[in-house]
């Protein structure tokens, strides 16, 4: 009974999944009825999600659930919610509708059942279950050969990673004979010495952690990024560009955290924290530094998304509690003003048929609305209050600060939004700065689910960040 | 009653500036009207309460005040502070007031800005009057630097001269250099003593409170001030440069009121900078010095205006020397009788100037018998200034020369007495050339014609008061009474009647030797000149005082360039975009590296397979090893770093 | 229930001003567009009512208390975040500097006449922001109002600006938010240091000797971190290159707000920060506050001396003036405090009243050339007389607002700095002469004959340029309606500060 309440929603999205293959098959054309599906899959794993949300919390000796899985949960449904509507409106997938959806509730399903792993094991099952859907996602829109050679790279590099990180948890198994957190943690698996786990056990963790690294984008492992998200299909672009990576963040962040509750103060002076810092320091750095020069909105968006997961990785370092919630918050924030960009940039796309950054100019003589949305969008990500984008890195900076000994990590950090408010500033540049592009949108094309959803995300955005006292009762408390 | 409303003598010519300026079109006289009358119950008050006050009917010294604002736990007063030498300012300003501006109704009619010329004349009235009847020295220095405003206004009055327009801003830069000081003095002061209030001061210094060492950079620190109000050497530049204005201005203004402020300030500081005698010196010197370099300077210009400027510095001079040697009553003496005569000379040349249309002295002559009235008065205001008995000027003069006899200070004693002769020589000159001998420019002798009553009247009145105000005020029981206070040497007991022969003597033989050279031509003057000219254009180029300050200028603009050039293209270009341009820098190789080394590593792939004698063909998929090849790259970055932690 | 009660302490005041101009922006912008005239009124409506409500709340202000119209409530707690807004005599005035110079600015607005709906809106936004700044006694609060005048500001440069407004509206932006960013660390870390973790300003100064306890290198930089965002701001040397380049290049209402009130933000953040917070750090600072007080008068003097554009000289004049700020915060004292901030507001409303006659030959001319005028006092004698009052009132002439504070300015840093302040005095100078020279390049001399086709000022201009030169000369003439407001607060500041240092 524990493991069908632990695993309800990750049930009901696998099993809408193969129902929507099954319709696919044999009636391809029902697109609606498809779509209807997805929904529905989607509103009861919420209402599983939310409903688990007053039994106690359920755990098994390889799954776990508590409030911070809770939050990344949510997150991750709505981020597949989301994703729907943007599919919807995308008329680039046009053929097998119904696998595209089913491979997308695999996938979600895949980060919710990740984020209960409390085992090795699990982790690589579930991570397989994202990857694998993601494969083949990322290859959906096959015209152009560029496309077809980001979505190979994907998949190239991410098997690759994948063999890492199985590779690493062999290891691990290998040097202690264990494979659960909770039985690693007491060996202090995260102190990451040597004497504790052996050199080869350390090896594993090691590689484990290059695994993660992959999955969410942190330089120097952030190289597949650009080409993939370029050619994936601007929804699941942005699906990829959040939920993967913030649940990946998140898993990563309870590992360390769960060792960190066994081992005591004893992880700031002696885990991978310092690692991790740099890494993030070099991952925000590599990120904003690259997206000044792009002029494909996409790949923009990429590097951008690169520099917000160095942001998020400050979160992990601390192994706190409120590193673990600064991670949730500005996944969170992330998750709605990311959205939001891609969903901006899939509308001038498809007004304007570009994704050149170009395309953006004039938008605010043309449609003031939907610029001032991409603007509060960007000034969010760059992390300007009012926005829940600023909370979001208020949270991380406080949770770095607190730890004392990383505050250069803050330092730099800061020093790196300034540089990101330039890149995204440039794209405000072209919207309110610039003359109206030549080709505008043509009437007859309504986008108004687009448009609804962007206006969505952007209340989110704003009301969120202005009042975040719900939200962050509904994530943290 | 009477003493309760003095406050009205300010407030009454401030409130009708705006009146005039906005509205005098449409009021009698296009607003001259107005700020005359006013003037004229301003100069009547004033004159009533000189007497009461020598009558003994009111008591002085009065003062009162109101709050005007307040800081920490410091209150700063609105208030007057009524003594004899206020009283006897207030008469001087409110009637030289009065007179040229009855004057200026003939000499500025026609004018298209006549009304906006009241105005200001009204503004500048009221200020002189604040800062005279100030009974606090930060309103007296709000005054000062108000009357500057109106100098600066008046002097660019027609400012479509670019010579008045550059003369106003001298005037004001040069005078506020001084003033840089008078604030630093008031700083002193106020950090001293926590009060601005010159009653409390004045208490403060009779308890002795003031150190000597306060004592004298205060009071030196304020004197600054007063050498640019009262042009001494080496402030004294802008003065005769301000001639450029209307001449009933430099009447009032530049000869009889605001250019006599610093010695009134002196005058009633005194208490101050008799504390430390040491003050006192260097006053003497600068005061004694400029009245002799100013003399010397007044001698060569063509200029009426120009001579009768160097004149003015000359006897402020001497005025600010009467004061460090004989105290109050002996220097301020002198600047009531200087405000008349001198007003008078100025408006007598503006006669001439209104007539002649030239400034030149060199293109008059002979007008006494065109302008008789110009010429009687011009030349009892020449015999006043000579010091001549028994003309105002004699007195006031022989107080001075006494008292610096008496105080034993040789050097300055010398340099009074030559100015004395100097003063005599080049005031008689101006006399010769433009009244008496031929006509030199026949065609302007033609049009010249006496000027209207409104200009003559108030030089008869002036004319008038030179001749008798010395003998009247003079002595104990009038001047002595309003200012009692005067230095006493213990050595120094010149007879007066010694005293008074000798510099009778050396006017005499001043005013002799320029009729000598002028009228009767014993001496050619021209000659004189091409034979000294070294020493002549020495002189006319103010023994190069203006080049001394325009070199500082020229350094501030240059300082200025430089520092512009480097905020902008050292400071913000060069390190606040550097900054930027070096981030697009990286930037730009970071997508480089992107691009080139990490997509592209496939070469560096290949070439090494290459060295190792395979090769590799470059295929899509090589890109995916070559990204292999990074990850195993960056995984042993990793161990590396473990194993080093 | 009287109106003084209700405005007290049932009325949420400061709220209500702060976010009227909100509202007024949000309102504006669901106007169609093209309603041009529509707009204008509701901003001037929604402006209006604030700066009409700030007045109400200056009449119920008492001086002599601490914080009034206080308002608290609960905001994020899990970051112990309060809404925390209140008024003293240190903020007060610039409440209603600010509410009157926007209102001022937007009447010389309505000259705009390109994408309307946008730069109204984005100026009330900017009023919201920058009263928020001065209200918020929550360090989180004040920063989300500090970063949130960044964007309006950033748009209205780089839309309606000059001809490099980008590049302006980009450097500004960045160069102001790499000093706000360091603040916010601060803000964090002392989040951390206090006991019990607080972000409420009031608190924190209290708690200053416990903030000590975190040891000097904590006192150092956490006092770096607002002080580069207030220095930045200010502008103090050597932060002061994004403001020319800013002003240059901004539209003249625009220039109006930055120089009256955003240059103010970081001489209020100073005061209310800095100085009380960090006693040690403060000791350390101030003789290095000192000088570079000196280099901003002086040096800032010496390049408008050298300017040739108006905008810019005016803009380096803003940089010398922010030095006697300086220098009156340096002393430490109440006289010194007092010329500050009254020194800060009369250069608010003296400026702003200079960029906006400088934006009336501008309209006319289309260059702000100094050397392209001459003779232009005969062709436009009010515009001449206005803009002599400007600057004279900017020298510091007595009986124009800037005299007093200038001077309470010197005074105050002439105790303890006797030197510096007597070095300093010679910038009066140099302001006298590049302000001198100015009017006598454009209004004296003989008429330049290419504009004898000038025009006077119109009724708009006088709409928003007679209220600013009224209250130059009724300041100057009657200072206390000023000084009283803050002395009382400001007294009490500077024997705060003074007991810890």
């Known amino acids: ?477 | 009653m009477m003493l309760d409303l003095v406050p009205l003598l300010f407030f009454l010519p401030l409130l009708s500036f705006p009146v005039v300026l906005f509205f005098g079109r449409w009021l009698p006289l296009k607003g001259a009207g107005l700020t005359i009358a006013v003037m004229a119950g301003c100069f009547a008050w004033s004159l009533a309460l000189l007497a009461a006050a020598l009558l003994g009917a009111v008591e002085l010294p009065y003062s009162f005040s109101i709050s005007w604002f307040s800081f920490d736990i410091y209150d700063v007063a609105l208030g007057v502070y009524l003594d004899g030498l206020t009283v006897t300012m207030l008469c001087v300003v409110t009637l030289v007031s009065l007179l040229v501006q009855i004057y200026s109704l003939g000499y500025m009619q026609g004018d298209s800005r006549f009304s906006r010329y009241y105005s200001y004349m009204t503004l500048f009235t009221a200020s002189m009057l604040g800062l005279v009847l100030a009974d606090n020295m930060l309103v007296l220095f709000a005054c000062w630097e108000l009357v500057g405003l109106c100098s600066y206004l008046l002097i660019g009055f027609w400012f479509e001269k670019p010579e008045a327009a550059q003369a106003s801003r001298k005037a004001f830069i040069t005078t506020k250099l001084g003033d840089l000081g008078f604030a630093i003095g008031l700083y002193v002061i106020f950090t001293h003593t926590g009060t601005f209030s010159i009653p409390s001061l004045q208490e403060m210094a009779r308890a002795g409170f003031f150190a000597p060492g306060v004592a004298l950079w205060s009071s030196l620190l304020l004197f600054c001030g007063a050498m640019g109000k009262s042009a001494q050497v080496p402030l004294f530049v802008w003065l005769p440069d301000a001639m450029e204005g209307p001449t009933p201005v430099s009447a009032l203004i530049h000869a009889a009121t605001m250019v006599a402020a610093g010695v009134f300030m002196v005058a009633k500081l005194f208490f101050l900078f008799e504390i430390n005698p040491t003050a006192l010196i260097v006053v003497g010197f600068i005061g004694a010095a400029t009245a002799f370099l100013a003399a010397l300077m007044g001698l060569v210009p063509e200029d009426i205006k120009r001579v009768l400027a160097y004149s003015t510095v000359s006897q402020l001079g001497y005025m600010m020397a009467g004061l460090a040697v004989g105290g109050p009553q002996v220097g301020s003496f002198h600047l009531v009788t200087h405000a008349m005569f001198k007003a008078l000379l100025f408006l007598g040349a503006g006669s001439v100037i209104h007539a002649m249309h030239t400034n030149d002295i060199w293109k008059m002559g002979a007008l006494s018998v065109r302008m008789p009235i110009t010429f009687v008065t011009f030349a009892i205001g020449v015999l006043a200034l000579s010091g001549i008995f028994p003309l105002s000027g004699f007195y006031s003069k022989d107080e001075i020369l006494h008292a610096a006899l008496n105080s034993g200070n040789w050097p300055v004693t010398i340099l009074l007495f030559s100015t004395s002769a100097l003063t005599a020589f080049y005031m008689t000159r101006v006399l010769v050339l433009v009244f008496l001998g031929s006509a030199r420019d026949r065609e302007r002798y033609g049009h010249s014609h006496e000027s209207p009553a409104s200009m003559t009247a108030p030089l008869v009145i002036l004319a008038a008061l030179s001749v008798v105000m010395g003998f009247l005020m003079h002595g104990e029981h009038v001047w002595g009474k309003l200012v009692p206070h005067k230095l006493e040497h213990e050595h120094g007991h010149v007879p007066a009647i010694l005293v008074a022969l000798l510099s009778s003597v050396v006017a005499l033989s001043g005013m002799a030797a320029a009729f000598g050279v002028y009228f009767y031509r014993w001496i050619d003057a021209a000659k004189v000149k091409e034979r000294f000219d070294v020493i002549w254009l020495f002189l006319y180029d103010r023994m190069g005082f203006d080049r001394f300050w325009l070199a500082w200028v020229k350094l501030s603009y240059k300082l200025a360039d430089a520092l512009a050039w480097l905020d902008y293209h050292a400071l913000d270009q060069g390190l606040v975009d550097g900054q930027g341009s070096l981030t697009r820098q990286l930037s730009r190789a970071s997508e480089w590296i992107d691009r080139y080394i990490i997509d592209n590593l496939v070469d560096l792939w290949g070439w090494i397979s290459l060295w190792a004698g395979s090769r590799v063909r470059v295929t899509v998929s090589g890109f995916v090893q070559s990204y292999l090849l990074y990850v195993i790259l960056g995984i042993s970055l990793i161990f590396a770093a473990r194993m080093y932690f | 229930m009287s109106f003084e009660t209700l405005v007290t302490s049932s009325l949420p005041i400061l709220s209500l001003i702060t976010f009227l101009p909100l509202i007024g922006a949000l309102v504006i912008l669901i106007v169609d567009q093209t309603k041009v005239k529509t707009i204008q009124k509701i901003g001037l409506a929604f402006s209006g009512s604030a700066l009409l409500v700030s007045a109400i709340a200056l009449i119920y202000f008492d001086p002599s208390r601490q914080f009034q119209f206080v308002e608290d409530y609960a905001w994020i707690p899990a970051l112990s975040v309060r809404y925390l807004m209140g008024a003293d005599g240190l903020s007060m005035p610039f409440v209603v500097l600010t509410t009157l110079l926007t209102f001022v600015s937007l009447i010389a607005s309505l000259s705009i006449e390109n994408r309307v709906k946008e730069y109204w809106f984005w100026f009330l936004l900017l009023e919201t922001g920058m009263l928020g700044v001065f209200e918020s006694l929550d360090f989180f609060l004040f920063y989300v109002f500090w970063e949130i005048t960044l964007v309006p500001m950033y748009f209205l440069i780089g839309v309606w600006g000059g001809p490099k407004k980008e590049y302006a509206a980009t450097k500004f932006f960045l160069y102001t938010l790499f000093g706000s960013v360091f603040m916010l660390l601060s803000i964090i870390g002392l989040y951390f240091a206090s006991t019990p973790h607080t972000l409420n300003m009031l608190e924190l100064t209290a708690q200053r000797n416990e903030l000590l306890k975190m040891g000097m290198t904590f006192q150092v930089l956490v006092f770096l971190g607002f002080y580069l965002a207030f220095a930045i701001k200010v502008p103090l040397f050597p932060f002061h290159t994004w403001l020319p380049l800013a002003h240059v290049e901004a539209p003249t209402a625009v220039s109006v707000i930055l120089a009256g009130v955003l240059l103010k933000m970081g001489g209020y953040g100073l005061m209310r920060v800095n100085l009380p917070m960090f006693p040690e750090a403060t000791k350390l600072f101030i003789f290095p506050l000192v000088v570079i007080s000196f280099i901003n008068i002086v040096y800032g003097a010496l390049c408008a001396l050298a300017q040739k554009d108006m905008k810019r000289m005016v803009a380096y004049s803003s940089v010398n003036h922010m030095g006697y700020v300086g220098l009156g915060l340096a002393s430490l004292t109440a006289t010194g405090f007092n010329g500050a901030v009254f020194q800060m507001v009369n250069h608010g409303i003296i400026t702003g009243s200079l960029f906006l006659l400088v934006g009336v030959i501008y309209d006319r001319a289309h260059t702000r050339d100094i050397d392209a005028f001459g003779g232009l006092g005969a062709k436009t004698p009010m515009f001449a007389g206005i803009m002599t009052l400007a600057c004279m009132a900017s020298l510091g002439l007595p009986g124009l607002a800037g005299f007093v504070s200038e001077f309470l300015c010197f005074l105050g840093a002439f105790g303890p700095w006797k030197i510096w302040t007597g070095l300093s005095v010679a910038g009066i100078l140099v302001t006298a002469g590049f302000f001198l020279r100015m009017i006598q390049k454009v209004f004296l001399g003989p008429l330049n004959e290419k504009w004898a086709g000038l025009t006077d000022m119109n009724a708009r201009e006088y709409a928003a340029v007679l209220p600013l030169a009224a209250l130059t000369v009724i300041l100057g003439v009657y200072p206390r309606w000023g000084l009283d407001l803050m002395n009382d607060t400001l007294t009490a500041l500077a024997a705060f500060v003074k007991s810890g240092v």
């Open chain 1, 1 to 477: 009974m524990d493991l069908v309440k632990l695993l309800g929603a990750e049930v009901i999205l696998g099993a809408a999944g193969l129902i929507l293959l099954t319709i696919d098959f044999c009636w391809p054309r029902r697109r609606a009825l498809m779509t209807g599906v997805s929904y529905m899959a989607a509103i009861a794993a919420l209402a599983v999600l939310v409903g688990a949300l007053s039994h106690e919390a359920a755990a098994s000796a390889f799954l776990s659930t508590d409030a911070l899985t809770f939050g990344f949960s949510l997150l991750v449904i709505l981020g597949t919610m989301i994703t729907l509507a943007l599919s919807q409106e995308d008329p680039t997938i046009d053929r097998h509708w119904g696998s595209y959806l089913a491979l997308l509730l695999f996938a979600s399903a895949g980060g919710l059942l990740l984020l209960k792993a409390r085992d090795f094991v699990y982790v690589f099952l579930s991570l397989e279950l994202i990857s694998i859907a993601s494969f083949i996602l990322v290859a959906f829109d096959r015209k152009e050969l560029w496309m077809i050679e980001g979505a190979l790279k994907y998949f190239l590099v991410g098997a690759f990673s994948s063999a890492i990180g199985l590779y690493g948890i062999s290891l691990i198994y290998a040097a202690t004979g264990q494979t659960s957190f909770d039985a690693l943690g007491l060996m202090g698996l995260s102190s990451a010495r040597a004497s504790s786990i052996g050199w080869i056990g350390l090896g594993g963790l090691l590689m484990v952690l290059v695994s993660f690294c992959f999955k969410a984008s942190i330089a120097p492992f952030h190289f597949w990024v650009p080409d993939a998200y370029q050619a994936a299909p601007t929804p699941f672009t942005a699906y990829l560009s959040v939920v993967p990576k913030v649940v990946a963040l998140g898993i990563f962040s309870v590992l360390l955290s769960f060792s960190a509750s066994n081992m005591g103060p004893s992880i700031q002076a002696a885990s991978l924290a310092p690692i991790i810092a740099v890494l993030a320091c070099l991952t925000m750095t590599i990120g904003n530094l690259s997206a000044i020069h792009q002029t494909d909105l996409k790949r923009f968006l990429a590097y951008s998304s690169i520099a917000q997961a160095g942001y998020m990785l400050i979160g992990v370092l601390s192994a706190s509690r409120l590193g673990g919630s600064s991670i949730l918050v500005y996944g969170f924030g992330y998750l709605l003003m990311n959205f939001g960009a891609f969903a901006v940039v899939q509308w001038v796309a498809r007004a304007r048929g570009s994704y050149e950054i170009s395309s953006m100019s004039g938008l605010a003589q043309t449609h003031f609305p939907m610029a001032l949305a991409m603007a509060c969008f960007l000034l969010s990500l760059a992390g300007i209050p009012p926005f829940i984008g600023f909370l979001g890195k208020y949270y991380v900076f406080a949770s770095v600060i607190e730890s004392q000994w990383a505050w250069w990590v803050a330092v730099v950090a800061v020093l790196n939004s300034v540089i990101s408010v330039y890149y995204y500033l440039r794209i405000v540049y072209y919207m309110f700065f610039s003359d109206p592009f030549g080709r505008t949108v043509s009437k007859e094309v309504s986008m108004a689910l687009l448009s609804s959803t962007v206006f969505l995300l952007l209340a989110g955005t704003v009301a969120f960040g202005v009042y975040p006292r719900p939200l962050l009762r509904l994530l943290i408390e």
